[in-house]
């Protein structure tokens, strides 16, 4: 008869260990966008939620992992809140501007990503496991992008364009509004948001459309 043994791993998904997760990660991702990967410690997130550093490192095995933790989190909380929105949008403009509109409902979640992005990317110290999590947000991004500029030009609800181009182009813009918002503190990001809505309902008018207005300009 075999002895049973005490094996030591990752505590098992309770109420309480999910609880103590969400805590951890939600103060890890606000202290990596205050400062910086290399200057926050598993001391400064412990501080910061009550609980003690051994209990940290018990549910993420290192500060890396912590922060590669956090930034998934912050990605998989846009996508969540697109794909809720996706369910009403049936059509491939609807579906970019759901895309846009994202980055409004969580602004603030969005922006705490872009920070904990550029100031990571300062640093010397790359990790492959870091880089692959916030590759994933824009990886995300360009496939929503992409095929939802394709589906719109097969449907001819838009004219001709050149999907890559004008995937970047809104992709590059709604980066260099987060990053002007943490240069400039009178800078106004929504309202830049809404600038690139309104430009876009133009820009992806269909052909007909876009024939009549150049004809009244």
Same mark, same amino acid.
């Given at each position: ?20 997760? %969400? ?13 910086? #990967? ?47 929105? %996706? ?5 491939? %403009? ?60 097969? %449907?001819?609800? #838009? ?27 009178? #800078? ?30």
């Amino acid at each position: 008869m075999r002895k049973k043994t005490n094996r030591v791993g990752r505590p098992k998904a309770s109420t309480a260990s999910l609880e103590a997760r %969400r805590m951890i990660l939600g103060a890890a991702l606000d202290l990596f966008a205050d400062r910086s #990967f290399a200057a926050v410690t598993t001391k400064d997130i412990a501080e910061a939620t009550g609980l003690n550093t051994a209990l940290i490192y018990y549910y993420f095995g290192s500060k890396e992992d912590l922060f590669r933790s956090a930034v998934s989190m912050a990605v998989e909380r846009a996508f969540d809140r697109f794909r809720l929105a %996706r369910t009403t949008a049936n059509e491939p %403009r609807k579906i970019i501007l759901s895309w846009i509109n994202t980055h409004i409902r969580e602004y603030e979640a969005i922006a705490k990503l872009i920070k904990i992005a550029v100031g990571y990317a300062s640093t010397g110290d790359r990790k492959v496991k870091i880089d692959e999590a916030i590759a994933n947000f824009y990886d995300g991004e360009r496939d929503v992008l992409r095929s939802a500029l394709k589906a719109g030009i097969a %449907r001819r609800d #838009f004219g001709p364009l050149d999907v890559e181009e004008t995937a970047t182009f809104i992709s590059t813009y709604l980066d260099g509004v987060f990053v002007r918002a943490i240069i400039l503190k009178d #800078f106004e990001p929504i309202a830049a948001i809404g600038e690139l809505k309104t430009f876009l309902k133009v820009r992806l008018a269909a052909p007909d459309k876009e024939l009549k207005t150049q004809r009244r300009a």
